[in-house]
């Protein structure tokens, strides 16, 4: 007997629970799943009629509709019941990683300064990212969103959601598709609490809540000047310097030991 195998302690579990063989309906799910992925099968396509996947895999009816269990709870079909159901191809998207992400952090009690606390150590290095790599793109399509944050400065909740688009569309700029990813990830808790703090804080002064606002975008034209020099570090630099101030307005309002909710 090898050592590799002498490794695995007795009483622990056996080298076949170490090496578990796939289900019939796991394989099936898989090639389904990689046809989804390769994109040979595209949103809103229609899985092929259960007669022909029997035939096409050679399985029982069963293991057909146990590997669209599998698809399904992994949100990459939808199935409609009834005479004119089926099964629907659902192209992943970042809105299934937020909501896995959601229920997780809340699962963990994760608090809504530990989101922020993330939001601070991703934000500036991408805004470093666009200054390096994507200034030339980058500057119009951010100065038109300040033009759009500045022309609904009077409507506090259209202007957050300016905001957080502007914030968005920052880090994609960057380019980087995984930090993408986990943005996006974040986005929907980040905005929902957002929203959470301007239901509650409705009698904010106006004159006040108008000077931290006009303060805030003077900072995101400054980040798009940065941008437009090429100055990555300067651009990094402020951003942090933005993020750090913005979040202690912000949960202020919000409660930074708040637990992060998305689930309804």
Do not use: C
Request: hydrophobic share 45%; aromatic share 4%.
């Amino acid at each position: 007997m090898s050592n590799a195998f002498v490794a695995i302690p007795i009483g622990n579990r056996s080298n076949a629970e170490a090496v578990r063989v796939p289900k019939t309906a796991e394989l099936v799910a898989k090639q389904i799943r990689n046809a989804i992925i390769r994109g040979e099968l595209v949103d809103g396509d229609t899985l092929p009629a259960e007669s022909h996947l029997i035939a096409e895999f050679e399985v029982s009816r069963p293991t057909i509709r146990e590997a669209v269990r599998i698809l399904e709870s992994e949100g990459l079909v939808t199935v409609a019941r009834g005479a004119r159901g089926g099964a629907r191809v659902s192209s992943p998207n970042y809105e299934m990683i937020e909501r896995a992400a959601g229920i997780t952090l809340q699962a963990k009690g994760v608090t809504i300064g530990d989101l922020y606390e993330m939001r601070t150590l991703i934000e500036p290095p991408a805004a470093g990212l666009v200054a390096q790599r994507n200034s030339e793109v980058a500057v119009p399509i951010l100065r038109r969103m300040i033009e759009e944050e500045l022309s609904n400065i009077r409507d506090r909740f259209l202007v957050t959601a300016k905001i957080a688009e502007f914030h968005q569309v920052m880090i994609e700029l960057a380019g980087n598709k995984t930090l993408i990813m986990f943005s996006n990830a974040l986005r929907g808790l980040a905005d929902e609490h957002l929203n959470l703090a301007q239901r509650r804080n409705s009698h904010i002064d106006p004159e006040f809540s108008m000077r931290q606002l006009r303060y805030g975008l003077k900072s995101h034209s400054k980040l798009v000047d940065l941008i437009e020099a090429k100055d990555a570090e300067g651009a990094e630099r402020h951003w942090k310097a933005h993020m750090i101030a913005a979040g202690k307005v912000w949960l202020a309002q919000v409660g930074p030991n708040s637990v992060v909710d998305l689930i309804d």
